[in-house]
């Protein structure tokens, strides 16, 4: 089945170690996108690819960055994990950027740091 | 400006009987809305999706929602929970000169009682 797939799906950090997560997807769609979630709280969203072109929103942290090196697959590095940055990150991909498109989602990474 | 608003951000029902969630939308265009279902743990799982036409929309799992533009809702019912309804359900809009980006609602925590 066609798929969105998050590896790992829990992730253990210490403060300040980077760490990378790791989103990958076999439908083959233009716009990839990484969420970050914390308890109880919606999605935001921190940044996504159309295609190669990198939208970053505009208040993401500048310690998270990410990279698509290809249209299967897309990373999001945080350079200096702080304990604010514990929670559940998602990743979503969708064909293009019509409004009518359906998002869909990973099931998530969900990164603990100590 | 486009927003959704959920109205509960916990509702509680017994196996068997109604679900009712509440979602009420802000957009000075045709919004088109999605309703999301996340379990613990998991990423977020499409239920269903209004862009046009038909303003009552069925989704998976027994669930359905009706658009009424003229009280800006899309409220997503189910006519008898089942314990694996438990979970978090979002409501989302799709937003103009974004990308695709949604802007989601804070979300509702479904608890269902035997």
């Known amino acids: 089945d066609a798929m969105v797939i998050q590896n790992p799906r829990y992730q253990v950090t210490q403060f300040g170690k980077p760490v990378t997560l790791s989103c990958s997807q076999t439908?083959?769609?233009?716009?990839m996108y990484w969420y970050q979630q914390k308890s109880s709280q919606a999605p935001k969203l921190l940044f996504h690819y159309y295609d190669k072109d990198f939208n970053n929103e505009a208040d993401t942290p500048d310690n998270f960055q990410s990279r698509r090196p290809n249209t299967s697959f897309c990373f999001l590095d945080i350079r200096s994990p702080g304990l604010g940055d514990a929670a559940m990150y998602l990743c979503?991909?969708?064909?293009?950027?019509?409004?009518?498109?359906?998002?869909?989602f990973g099931p998530g990474t969900r990164l603990t740091v100590l | 400006a486009q927003s959704v608003t959920q109205l509960g951000s916990h509702v509680s029902v017994s196996e068997g009987a109604l679900v009712l969630l509440r979602c009420n939308y802000s957009s000075s265009v045709p919004p088109y809305l999605f309703w999301y279902v996340q379990y613990p743990n998991q990423g977020l799982q499409l239920l269903l999706k209004y862009t046009t036409g038909a303003t009552l929309v069925k989704g998976i799992n027994g669930f359905e929602a009706e658009f009424k533009k003229s009280e800006t809702s899309f409220h997503l019912t189910k006519p008898s929970a089942h314990m694996s309804d438990a979970a978090e359900y979002f409501c989302a809009v799709s937003l103009t000169d974004s990308w695709g980006k949604l802007q989601f609602g804070a979300g509702t925590q479904v608890v269902v009682t035997p």
């Open positions: 439908l083959n769609h233009n716009v």
């Open positions: 979503a991909t969708r064909q293009n950027t019509l409004r009518t498109d359906t998002q869909y």
